[in-house]
Structure formats: C-alpha cells, structure tokens
C-alpha cells in the first residue's frame, strides 16, 4: 500500500536551533516528491519538488533532499516566522494522484 | 506560482443546506481540478478529480450526490455540498493545473466550511 508517514508529528525549536523533518514513502514507481508549507486556516505553499534519489534544494534556511526511502527537510537557524505545518506528498507515476503525509508542525520560539 | 482563489473563505450553515465554493484560477488555464478536505491537524485528503468538461471521478467514500462538482470551464470549478451536515465541517482546498505542467501542484487559499 501507498504510504507517506511523516516525523516528528511536532517539533518545538528555539530560534536558531537547526533541526530536520523527516518524510519516508512506500510507493511503487516515484514520479516526484514535493514539501510545502501550510500555514494556519491557509492552502498549502509549495516549496520544493524532488524528483530522485541523491537530489538536494534549496530555498533560504531550507534544504530538502531525497533518498530512496526518505526525504529530509533541513531547517538552519529557524526564526519564529518558520512556524508552520510542513506537509510532505509523493506522486507516482503512472497518473496524478498525490499522497499527502499528515505533516509536521513546527514551532519556533523566539 | 500560480493564482487561485477559492470563495467564500469561510461558511457557516444550518444543517441541511447546500454550500457552494467556487475555485478560480487566475492565470493559467485549468485542464484539471483537484478538491481535496482537510479536518484538524490531519492532512489533505483527495475527495476528486475532474478535467474540464468531463465528469468528476470520485475517491472512494465519497459520495459523489453529497459532493457535487462542476469544472465547466478551463478557469472555475465549483464545489457543491449538498444537505450539509455537521460532519461535513471541514477545510475544504482546491487545486487546479495544466495538462502542460503536471508536477507542481498549487493550491487555493481553501474554505472553511462550519456545519451547524
């Protein structure tokens, strides 16, 4: 079965305490694996698309990469505006169906 | 990124009647919509798929009577939930995108449906 699990279900972070979210998949056939960001009572914010293994990106204090199994999502120095639920999601292929992981809440203090 | 505007960002009805939300993309053509519900601190969950012009295809459990869909043209889709009830509380979230760009994925700003 298709499966998106993602850890911790919430992180609580001092501000520029670096720490990473973790998003492992099982699925047969990965078409690409994206991270966005979801703020409260807001529509999920596209950060990154990964599409195979060894991949990294990055977008100021974030940097996701991508392995056969999993993928990280690396946050440096965290400032209070990171807090947010990171949501991870695999496509496969073969169609346009996106799984969604139930995400990861982040919260930095100040 | 893409555009998309959802309406009304937040709704509240008596049980048993219908809510309408509509999903606007503002500037790009949308070959296909994506609706998905989103109930607290859990993630997004598919309700349906439609392209332009054809009928919804359902996930299952849910009930296409209940959740009544309609993507008549490359630039709005409307979410129809018909005799509401409580239960039916939840984010609602489109996602609209082209037949030319099928990997990233925007989407709305989402409805906050509240069933009394």
């Known amino acids: 079965e298709d499966q998106v699990t993602q850890s911790p279900e919430a992180l609580r972070l001092q501000e520029g305490e670096s720490s990473s979210l973790n998003c492992s998949y099982t699925v047969s056939g990965l078409r690409g694996l994206f991270w966005y960001r979801q703020d409260p009572g807001k529509g999920p914010e596209f950060l990154f698309t990964l599409y195979s293994a060894g991949e990294e990106k990055e977008k100021e204090r974030l940097k996701a990469t991508l392995t056969k199994k999993e993928s990280f999502l690396h946050i440096t120095a965290p400032k209070p505006e990171d807090s947010a639920t990171y949501l991870c999601?695999?496509?496969?292929?073969?169609?346009?169906?996106?799984?969604f992981g139930a995400g990861t809440r982040l919260f930095v203090k100040a | 990124g893409a555009v998309v505007s959802q309406h009304p960002s937040w709704v509240i009805c008596k049980s048993g009647t219908s809510v309408k939300i509509e999903c606007r993309s503002l500037?790009?053509?949308?070959?296909?919509m994506f609706w998905y519900r989103q109930f607290p601190k859990q993630s997004l969950m598919l309700m349906a798929t439609s392209n332009e012009g054809s009928k919804a295809t359902y996930e299952q459990g849910v009930e296409k009577d209940k959740f009544l869909i309609n993507h008549a043209s490359l630039t709005l889709s409307t979410l129809t939930v018909t005799s509401a009830h409580p239960e039916d509380s939840s984010f609602y979230i489109c996602s609209p995108t082209t037949s030319g760009n099928t990997d990233t994925q925007y989407f709305g700003p989402g409805t906050r449906l509240t069933v009394l």
């Open positions: 500037d790009f053509q949308a070959t296909t």
């Open positions: 999601a695999v496509r496969y292929t073969g169609g346009f169906k996106t799984i």
